[in-house]
């Protein structure tokens, strides 16, 4: 049984332990990504902010009790030149390995799917690594690619 609760409601050394799960994995499947010295302090700067932030919805997991996994998504708009449109991004989703393939990441996705439902909004973004298995889990869901990103290597 997975329980979504908001993210206010869980205590900061438990949200710097998912956070700071995610960030390692990523930089460990990316190595244009480094780990910083100052991790742990960005973390509860990073956590802070994100707690207070307008427009934004940070939820976390619970399996038994326990902590499994969080998301974090924020409404943003496009500007520019481009016609204004709303839409959710969704930059943080994370599970313990321990709690994985239970349909936990589905849950926290349906949640933000109905909090861009919500809001009346049409459109939720992420950006994934190619070789990130999580783009099955994307694609089941409906998300589709729809930009690449290059990089060129100089060293
Ligand atoms: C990606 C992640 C959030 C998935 O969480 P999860 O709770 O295990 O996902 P769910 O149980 O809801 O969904 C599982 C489905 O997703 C897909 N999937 C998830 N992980 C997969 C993997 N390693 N290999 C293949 N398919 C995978 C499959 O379709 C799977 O369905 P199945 O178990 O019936 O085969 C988790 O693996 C994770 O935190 N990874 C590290 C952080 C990360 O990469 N986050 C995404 C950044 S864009």
Request: overall charge positive.
């Amino acid at each position: 049984m997975v329980d979504v609760v908001d993210a206010r409601t869980v205590r900061l050394a438990e949200l710097k332990e998912l956070w700071l799960g995610f960030i390692r994995e990523l930089a460990a499947a990316d190595t244009w990504w480094r780990e910083g010295a100052r991790l742990d302090r960005d973390a509860e700067q990073f956590l802070l902010q994100a707690l207070e932030r307008p427009n934004t919805l940070f939820l976390v997991a619970r399996v038994q009790d326990k902590t499994a996994g969080y998301t974090l998504a924020e409404r943003r708009r496009v500007t520019g030149v481009f016609q204004a449109a709303d839409y959710v991004h969704i930059s943080d989703l994370y599970v313990k390995e321990e709690f994985r393939r239970r349909g936990v990441a589905h849950k926290l996705l349906a949640e933000v799917e109905n909090w861009t439902r919500g809001q009346g909004l049409t459109v939720m973004e992420l950006n994934v690594l190619r070789d990130n298995p999580a783009r099955q889990l994307y694609r089941r869901l409906g998300f589709h690619d729809h930009r690449l990103t290059l990089i060129r290597r100089l060293d």
